[in-house]
């Protein structure tokens, strides 16, 4: 069975608070691997093992930008679907049977190479729609939501059984919460979010699981032969929503010169033999 | 009598499950362990020396001791076992070597007592061997048991002055006798039961049937029956020769207040007793003020076997049960638990015509040693004078005596099942007199009839009330008639009763009044136990004031979060509520506190299985109810009220002087399963139920009181922090109307002092956010589930906890406007409203019109409406409020009252426009209410009902209701609404 790839493409235009919109181009304009077949707004195309399928993004200025999309994965089993944006590869989203809306952040300057980048030894399907680009203000970037009802997209799985989305009834707030489950340890990372260094933040997020702890963790990535900073308090999990939060400063560029890239993301960790894990409503939120 | 079961017989130690003896201790080598022999002695005795049984290695049959039973004074000996576990359905042997000094009856029971929700299951089966001079085995086999009763124990009862057991067995099959294990270890049982903190020494016992040197290891442990915890002490090791018996001594430092066993690692009963304090007076009396008392506190065995029958064929007097203590010792260790009285009630030997035997003719020899001893061991002692004199059942017990046989038979039917007798008066009288002078030198208090408001009229108590008082004044003119005894139990309106003894001057014959609170139990009841006490205050004050105010019985304390009556009186009910009891009472200035009955404090060691504590206890163990009840009395027997002290609603406090003028707070949670963060003053300490100090300043505080202390004299209880568990909580659920539509309404209420941001939702329904005031509550609305009648999970944030509360909401009927809505039968009513009135139109079929009671509009033909006019509100609360209002219209009666319209008092009844059609047994009205009279401006979806009263003869025999029921007169919950477009 071949791999295909089948992009489908949507364009939404949805403006979000003081966010602006920006074009992409359609993915007939794409580059992609010869004998692709473009009709109705989707590509397919057979590979082996590696594909991928890139544009080029024009950005009107230099600050914080968003690309949002809908994918799913069915049949990928674990493998992540790669994003890269100018040289690097700046997010791997979890494989997924449902649709997920997943997001990035980014910094670069224009114009910037955009990709997805799609691996497995085994045949699957990668689908994709909806991408949009924003370039974002100050306002946007001072609360950032992490939404189990946007699927599971939000965070990857470090170490454990692969999280999931489920519809809690017993929350203040309906939808969807993340989900980890097992009796090994847990880690889960999300995706990296603005930070300003030198500001000072809020990480506030909703939990309940099986009686123990959890630690919450910030930090600016790990990257080789680069001074690693983080921050993280662990908290009493119990079977009963708690809210728990954690304020940081961000350290500054002088501090730690490699968190001058703007981008921070959180991790959630929980020690073995406890077997649930819910969370909910994850936030980051700019304090004054 | 040379050893007929040799140790060989050992090897036969069955490892046949079948064959086990279930019997611990069965060759009594370990003397009377796990056993308990009871001397059943008549209360007129003059001597009640505690039964004995005694090791006797002149004769056996088993090992190297038989058990010998003294009695000299031919007692009724009751000998019981320890519970048995069996296998329902299959059939147990009971056999035993057995001889006399003389030919003898044994009688040999087995007996079973189970509880669960379809009530008591009562097994008994029994047999009787005539025992010889001489070793003889006798046999038994009793019937199967049902899976009801899957525990018993057995009893053996003679009144021989000489009797040996040996080789005991209990089993399934006929083998050969048996220890029930090679090695068996067990508590001595003769010691107090009440101890002082401090190291105490315990004997235990250990015996070796086999053939075989035996080094025998016992772990031991104290545990804390209360807090269910267990501290591990040091292991006893027995180094024991083959069948040899050896005894140890344990050591245990007691430190805490409570009840605890004593407990092994081998199958043994455990040791209960408990510690507890010196109270700061021996002796009380009802004249030095407030004290707890305890009901119905004698000690009887069960059997009557040996007892001649009553000339009379009433119940036989029971025996004090001598087990361990004789009757002083009783009473002391009555004392010592803190009780200041016993009030002679619902004791099964406390009656007039057990005392007045015959006309003119008095036995004392009972109420002498029960007062006397009683007095002599610093209780006082409350006689309730006149009981079941008045009221007799369809087996009537009492039918033979005399008092019967010359009361008036009324044919009046009461409490539903019992008829109405009326004592002769004179004898009435003259038997207050004789008792009274009888006492006068020891007791002072006297209660005048068990509850009369269940079967007697206001006129009628009050005649013998006068009676009573008038006879006892002239006995002795510093006696204490406590009168009126009005029950809220059996659905019996005490504050009514009350009010008309009143109106008839009675309280001008009683120098005190009692009165049971069982329609308002505690703090949390529908209706609060405080604002029932200050009713009665209330009605007091009408007729006479300062006339001291006592609770002389409320069996069963429960936080009743329904209006239905409690389930039994043998219900469990959690410690901390009797001692809450005691605080709402001294708090609210009642004189006395006698809420408990006396299987209430017994705890029960050997026979915890049987469910009825007065025959399973071997000897009078105070239980934890009773070392509760001495830590309260050595706080504040004797002590003040000072009043109710508002810390934060849901917390329960009340301000105490203990008899030194110290200040003293007692708080808890009110509501069940509520807790409460107290975070005290330096100078203030904790003390928890058993008067134990807890530790630290952060106080977590349940339902269980909490008594605080303060180094200064006039401490600032109000310093005291105060952090409730649950921030938010969901007080009530009801459907009912609301903009039109039927609505869920939910009310929630701030714990805190603090406003919280509140949000609530419930699935499938967006959140309400809103903000709560500090002790604020809200009503907000949903839309009514799918599923009304289930529980819903209504999910409630203060921003940093979600808790999911589940309650089914309350519902009922509703009707709208012009809608031909049906009462019963034989009525109909309709609802017009207009912005000005809300009208009802009623329309009733009655085949004949019958009478009434006067000023009691109920008790015949008419026409009853409820009203609540904010239904949405207090949801945690059935009890009528402010909001609720009640008419009565009526015709004219059979027995010539005139029709008339009348109404609750905060109901002004002018504008209220009334017409009434009659035609003598059918009538048709309509009753006009400005919406102003309700407090409301206009058209309001309010709840309501509609009863029609149906009277053929002297009153009311049927009620038809439209939404309720007979409850509705103080559940507002049932009422139905009224749905407005």
């Known amino acids: 069975m071949k791999t295909s790839l089948a992009f489908l493409f949507a364009g939404l235009t949805i403006p979000l608070a003081a966010a602006s919109q920006l074009p992409v181009d359609d993915f007939s304009q794409w580059k992609t691997p010869r004998d692709w077949k473009a009709a109705s707004g989707q590509l397919e195309h057979p590979f082996t093992k590696w594909t991928s399928a890139s544009t080029t993004l024009k950005l009107k200025k230099e600050g914080v930008h968003r690309v949002t999309f809908r994918y799913r994965t069915p049949g990928a089993a674990g493998v992540p679907l790669k994003i890269r944006i100018g040289t690097k590869v700046a997010a791997a989203f979890p494989a997924t049977e449902n649709w997920s809306l997943a997001t990035v952040y980014f910094r670069e300057k224009s114009p910037v190479p955009f990709a997805f980048i799609a691996e497995r030894k085994k045949p699957y399907t990668l689908q994709i729609k909806e991408m949009k680009l924003e370039a974002l203000e100050k306002t946007d970037c001072r609360k950032i939501r992490l939404n189990a009802d946007d699927g599971v997209s939000p965070f990857r799985t470090m170490k454990g059984e692969m999280h999931q989305t489920i519809k809690v009834k017993d929350h203040i707030d309906e939808g969807a919460a993340f989900l980890c489950r097992g009796n090994g340890a847990k880690d889960l990372r999300s995706i990296e979010l603005p930070a300003t260094p030198g500001r000072r933040y809020r990480l506030s997020f909703w939990t309940k699981g099986s009686s123990g702890t959890l630690r919450a963790t910030v930090d600016g990535g790990w990257f080789p032969k680069t001074k690693y900073w983080s921050f993280g308090e662990t908290m009493p999990v119990s079977e009963q929503w708690k809210k728990h939060s954690m304020e940081f400063r961000c350290p500054t560029e002088q501090e730690y010169p490699y968190l001058k890239r703007g981008l921070i993301s959180c991790r959630f960790t929980v020690p073995a033999e406890q077997m649930e894990l819910f969370l909910k409503g994850i936030e980051l939120e700019e304090l004054p | 009598m040379k050893n007929i079961l040799s140790l060989i017989s050992v090897c036969a130690i069955l490892s046949c499950a079948e064959g086990k003896n279930l019997l611990r201790n069965s060759s009594f080598e370990l003397g009377s362990a796990e056993y308990s022999i009871t001397a059943g002695i008549p209360y007129s005795a003059s001597d009640f020396s505690p039964g004995k049984a005694e090791t006797d290695a002149s004769t056996r049959i088993h090992g190297k001791y038989s058990l010998f039973f003294p009695n000299p004074k031919g007692n009724t000996m009751q000998f019981s076992s320890h519970d048995l576990r069996l296998i329902p359905g299959r059939h147990y042997t009971f056999s035993c070597w057995i001889k006399a000094e003389k030919n003898t009856e044994v009688e040999v029971r087995f007996r079973s007592c189970s509880y669960d929700s379809k009530g008591y299951h009562w097994k008994n089966a029994l047999t009787v061997w005539n025992v010889t001079p001489g070793w003889k085995q006798y046999r038994f086999t009793f019937p199967a048991m049902p899976e009801t009763n899957p525990t018993g124990n057995l009893l053996l009862i003679w009144i021989a002055e000489k009797l040996w057991l040996d080789a005991a067995s209990f089993s399934e099959t006929s083998a050969p006798y048996s220890p029930a294990e090679p090695i068996e270890t067990a508590f001595d049982r003769g010691g107090n039961p009440l101890l002082f903190p401090g190291k105490h020494h315990f004997p235990v016992k250990a015996v070796n049937y086999s053939n075989q040197k035996t080094r025998h290891r016992v772990a031991l442990e104290l545990y804390d029956v209360f807090y269910r915890k267990s501290v591990p002490l040091k292991p006893v090791v027995f180094d024991l020769d083959p069948g040899t018996v050896a005894e140890q001594t344990v050591s245990v430092n007691l430190e805490r207040y409570g009840t605890f066993e004593l407990r092994m690692n081998a199958d043994s009963t455990p040791l209960l007793f408990s510690v507890i304090g010196e109270l700061p007076v021996r002796s009380y009396s009802f004249r030095n003020g407030f004290s707890v008392g305890i009901n119905g506190h004698l000690f009887h065995i069960q059997s009557t076997r040996f007892q001649a029958e009553d000339p009379d064929k009433s119940p036989k007097a029971p025996l004090f049960g001598a087990c361990g203590m004789n ?213 007091l004050r009408k007729y006479r004031k300062d006339l001291p105010v006592w609770n002389s019985e409320l069996y069963f304390i429960q936080s009743l979060k329904g209006l239905r009556k409690p389930v039994a009186e043998h219900g469990e009910f959690p410690v901390g509520n009797l001692v809450r009891r005691y605080l709402i009472d001294l708090g609210e200035g009642l004189a006395q506190s006698i809420p408990a009955w006396a299987p209430r404090i017994t705890g029960v060691d050997l026979r915890p299985e049987y469910r009825w504590p007065n025959y399973a206890a071997s000897t009078f163990i105070p239980n934890e109810y009773a070392a509760a009840t001495n830590a309260f009395s050595r706080f504040l027997e004797c002590g003040k009220g000072r009043g109710a002290v508002p810390l934060l609603r849901g917390l329960s406090a009340w301000s ?326």
Request: hydrophobic fraction near 35%; charge should be neutral.
């Open chain 2, 327 to 539: 009757l002083d010792e009783f009473f002391a260790r009555t004392r010592q638990c803190g009780f200041g009285s016993i009030r002679l009630h619902d004791d099964g030997v406390f009656y007039w015509w057990r005392t007045e035997h015959e006309c003119g003719r008095y036995d004392w020899r009972i109420t002498d040693n029960i007062i006397r001893k009683a007095r002599k061991n610093g209780l006082d002692v409350l006689p309730r004078l006149g009981s079941s004199e008045f009221v007799a059942y369809g087996k009537d017990k009492f039918a033979g005596t005399w008092i019967r046989k010359a009361g008036k038979h009324t044919g009046v039917k009461v409490i539903g099942r019992a008829w109405r007798i009326l004592p002769p008066p004179e004898a009435w009288e003259r038997f207050i007199y004789e008792f009274v002078s009888r006492y006068r030198n020891e007791i002072q208090c006297y209660e005048i009839i068990n509850e009369p408001n269940l079967f007697l009229t206001p006129e009628q108590y009050t005649d013998y009330l006068k009676r009573a008082y008038r006879a006892a004044k002239k006995a002795d003119p510093d006696s204490v008639v406590v009168g009126f005894c009005a029950t809220g139990d059996l659905n019996g309106n005490l504050g009514k009763f009350l009010e008309d003894c009143g109106k008839l001057g009675a309280f001008q014959f009683a120098d005190a009044v009692s009165f049971h609170p069982y329609s308002a139990q505690l703090d949390d009841s529908p209706v609060p136990a405080e604002q029932q006490i200050r009713q009665v205050f209330a009605i």
């Open chain 2, 656 to 981: 105490y002087e203990d008899q030194n003028g110290s200040p003293l707070l007692a708080c808890w949670a009110k509501d069940e399963g509520e807790t409460f963060l107290l975070i005290l003053p330096e100078n203030m300490q904790a003390y928890d139920l058993f008067g134990n100090p807890l530790p630290g300043k952060k106080i977590e505080t349940g339902n269980n009181p909490v008594y605080l202390k303060s180094r200064d004299r006039n401490p600032d209880w109000k310093a005291i922090q105060v952090i409730p568990r649950r921030k938010l909580q969901v007080t009530g659920a009801r459907i009912l109307a609301g903009q039109g539509k039927r609505v869920l309404a939910v009310e929630i209420r701030n714990n805190t002092n603090q406003e919280q941001q509140t949000a609530v939702r419930i699935p499938g329904t967006p959140k309400q956010e809103f903000t709560l005031k500090p002790q604020g509550m809200r009503t907000i609305h949903f839309p009514v589930p799918a599923a009304e009648k289930e529980e819903v999970g209504i999910i409630v944030s203060d921003g940093s906890e979600i808790l999911t509360h589940r309650i089914r909401p309350v519902s009922g009927k509703f009707c709208r406007p012009g809608e031909k809505q049906t009462v019963g039968r034989n009525a109909e009513f309709q609802i017009r409203t207009t912005p000005e009135f809300l009208e009802f139109q009623i329309q009733v079929r009655d085949d004949k019109r019958g009478g009434r009671i006067k000023d009691a509009p109920w008790s015949g033909d008419g026409v009853e409406l409820f009203l609540d006019t904010a239904p949405g509100r207090e949801l945690d609360r059935q009890a009528y409020t402010d909001s609720c209002y009640r008419l009565f219209l009526v015709p004219e009666s059979s027995n010539g009252l005139p029709e008339a319209l009348t109404g609750s008092p905060n109901l002004d009844l002018r504008g209220i426009v009334c017409t009434l059609n009659d035609s003598g047994s059918n009538y048709t009205a309509a009753i006009r209410i400005p919406w102003k009279n309700l407090g409301l401006q206009g058209p309001s979806g309010i709840a309501f009902d509609l009863a029609v009263d149906d009277s053929d003869g002297e009153r009311r025999h049927r009620q038809d209701v439209w939404a309720g029921g007979a409850e509705n007169w103080r559940n507002r919950f049932l009422f139905g609404f009224l749905l407005l477009p």
